[in-house]
């Protein structure tokens, strides 16, 4: 009896060494059976000089990808700045077009999108701000605050020139506004609305959740907090939304093109109603519908160069003021 | 007191939730005006004449309104460009998430937003009058402005959606499964490759449907640098005209309530569809696969 039992012993003993128990293993060995696996596969005869160098390849073509990008907007920004900055003087700047567009400034182009432009973030910043207050602070998870979300962030994605048909035949032709400043500010005021949204959200979500406790803790109901302790808090970070908002109206061309944007006109607006010139829209007529194109570049170039400054200026601004309170808190 | 007090919050509360809704109220009225100015050509040519319909010629008589040269180039411009934005965008974002140094990540994420920002009559501003005329020269076609130009242009706008996007979620993948690889024996590169780009892949699909619903929608690239030529492309340095850019050109020639102007607004409802699939498949994956914690993976 006793033999016996230290002969099994030994050969669960022999079983154990030829077989080690760790599932993991075992299958590894299924696979390929005797050789010695390592845990993780690799292709076979992969030494590890030659997952070295995979390595080291595989992180120069990610550098490289990277690198394409940041030449790209270098090689769009240089060729612009170059042919550009010899257009920009004081003339260019603070004129009329002159002889059918062909001399002469971009001072209504200025004017006007700086009108549409603060026009649209100001129709904007109340409703988005109120959106992002409902989201933040009073909503539940659940069907409504999913559906909200959906329908934001659809919002966001619908082209601009889906916009620009909405403001043809919404606020121009059904509300009778016409072509005009006005009808321009409510089609950019519905296209930034998302952005106005996202980064009020995210203003209030900023704000520490002992604010509110303490305030709560005082005897304040909830809107006394939002009103007197949240909203205060958040304010700056919203208004980097906004500007973000402008510079993001600022730009845009295809929402403008039906709704508030002329070819020429010869005066500035003297009221909401009247129509303007924008400078992305006076770019794409300069540059494909001009009277003489070739001769016109110039002013194309200057045109643009004075875009993208509004525009990353802006965005520069936001961005640095944004630091500025992320280093704060 | 303490009664008037909870009925004004009560109020309020009101008050803000109609606000919030009032986005969906936008996006239903977009809807509705689309329909509304877009449904009338249907009574002229019938819904698979429209969209099957391969002459597009709205101010012959008699007029044709056929929407397929327009479909085609929509569609070969967004799979083009997305061919070059997607392998461009993922692989920036793994290396700002990934390898890059933190002084480097510093930088280089603003500079993301501010391409972003650029606006696209300035990028297709730039295809006009410096891409084209070297892609005329350099290999000898007709024209530059065409479908590869242009696709190229939109690449480059919809690169800083994909990265921006999926760099969050490639930096959001919880640190213990980065460990975890690293301390099995496995290299960077093969812990990026099959720990972190598995668990992160939900975000960068969410990006990649982002990116290229901005660039099917894109109005003016296409409408500047795509050469305007409504015919089905043979090549891709062929001449197109996608469907943003159809409607940008002609709407202001076409007469108002007319035929025309019905069928530009039909092309609108076609492209908000189409961008409103895009963005609920992205909401979809976005929320069925968001990783939680390192626990769910």
């Known amino acids: 009896m006793k033999l016996f039992n230290l002969q099994t012993y030994a050969a669960d003993k022999e079983t154990l060494v030829e077989q080690p128990g760790d599932p993991v293993r075992r299958s590894a060995q299924d696979e390929q059976p005797g050789a010695a696996q390592p845990i993780l596969k690799t292709p076979p005869g992969a030494s590890m000089g030659s997952r070295r160098w995979m390595q080291r390849s ?22 612009l700045v170059f042919h550009g900055w010899r257009a920009i003087n004081w003339t260019f700047l603070t004129q009329a077009p002159a ?11 200025i004017v006007g999108t700086f009108l549409l432009s603060f026009g649209a973030m100001l129709a904007a910043f109340p409703w988005g701000v109120a959106s992002a207050i409902y989201l933040h602070e009073y909503a539940r998870p659940g069907l409504i605050l999913r559906v909200v979300r959906l329908g934001i962030s659809n919002l966001a994605g619908i082209p601009s020139v889906v916009f620009g048909l909405f403001g043809l035949a919404f606020f121009v032709t059904w509300c009778n506004l016409g072509v005009s400043v006005l009808s321009g500010i409510l089609t950019l005021g519905v296209l930034i609305l998302p952005v106005i949204i ?29 009103y007197r302790v949240v909203l205060p808090a958040a304010f700056p970070g919203m208004l980097t939304g906004s500007i973000l908002g402008i510079s993001r109206a600022a730009g845009e061309t295809a929402a403008i093109m039906f709704t508030a944007a002329v070819f020429f006109t010869r005066h500035l607006p003297s009221s909401v109603f009247d129509p303007v010139m924008a400078l992305p829209y006076h770019v794409y007529v300069l540059a494909t519908a001009g009277t003489q194109i070739e001769v016109t570049r110039p002013l194309q170039y200057g045109t643009a160069l004075v875009l993208i400054a509004l525009v990353f200026g802006m965005n520069l601004i936001a961005i640095v003021y944004r630091a500025r309170l992320q280093a704060r808190s | 007191m303490i009664k008037s ?26 809807l509705l005006f689309l329909f509304m100015e877009g449904i009338p050509i249907f009574a002229k040519v019938s819904l698979t004449d429209f969209v099957f319909g391969r002459e597009w010629y709205p101010t012959a008589s008699p007029a044709d309104f056929g929407i397929l040269p327009l479909l085609v180039a929509s569609l070969a411009v967004t799979i083009l460009s997305a061919m ?49 005329p070297f892609l005329q020269d350099h290999l000898d076609i007709a024209t530059g402005l065409n479908l590869f130009n242009a696709a190229l242009m939109l690449a480059f706008m919809s690169v800083p959606t994909i990265c921006s996007i999926s760099e969050d979620a490639i930096y959001n993948v919880p640190i213990e499964l980065k460990e975890a690889s690293l301390a099995l024996g496995a290299t960077r590169w093969e812990t990026v490759f099959r720990v972190i780009l598995p668990a992160s892949l939900s975000g960068i699909s969410t990006a990649v ?30 001449p197109v005209r996608p469907m943003p850019a159809s409607i940008a050109a002609e709407m202001a020639e076409a007469p108002f309530r007319s035929e025309h102007y019905h069928a530009l607004f039909a092309i609108g409802m076609a492209l908000f569809i189409f961008t409103l699939l895009f963005n609920l498949v992205a909401d979809y ?9 390192a626990a769910t993976l």
């Open chain 1, 58 to 79: 595989m992180f120069s073509l990610l550098r490289g990808a990277a690198l394409i990008n940041g030449l790209a907007l270098i090689i769009i920004l240089g060729f």
């Open chain 2, 209 to 238: 449907i982002l990116g290229m619903s901005r660039a099917i929608g894109e109005t003016m690239v296409v409408l500047m640098v795509a050469g305007g030529a409504a015919m089905i492309p043979t090549s891709i340095f062929k």
């Open chain 1, 198 to 226: 996202g980064t009020a959200e995210e203003a209030l979500r900023s704000v520490p959740a002992t604010y509110r406790e303490a305030s709560l803790a005082l005897g304040a109901t909830k809107w006394q907090t939002i």
């Open chain 2, 5 to 30: 007090r909870h009925k004004r919050e009560r109020f309020i509360q009101f008050f803000f939730l109609f606000t919030a809704l009032i986005s969906i109220l936008v996006l239903s009225m977009i």
């Open chain 1, 99 to 109: 002889d059918s567009m062909t001399k002469g400034g971009i001072f209504p182009c």
């Open chain 2, 285 to 293: 994956i976005a929320h069925k696969h968001t990783q939680v914690g």
């Open chain 2, 84 to 132: 070059i934005s997607i392998p461009l965008g993922v692989m920036t974002a793994i290396y700002l998430a990934e390898i890059a140094s933190m002084r480097v990540r510093k930088i280089a994420k603003p500079v993301i937003e501010l391409l972003a920002a650029l606006p696209s009559v300035v990028i297709g501003f730039f295809g006009m009058v410096v891409v084209a």
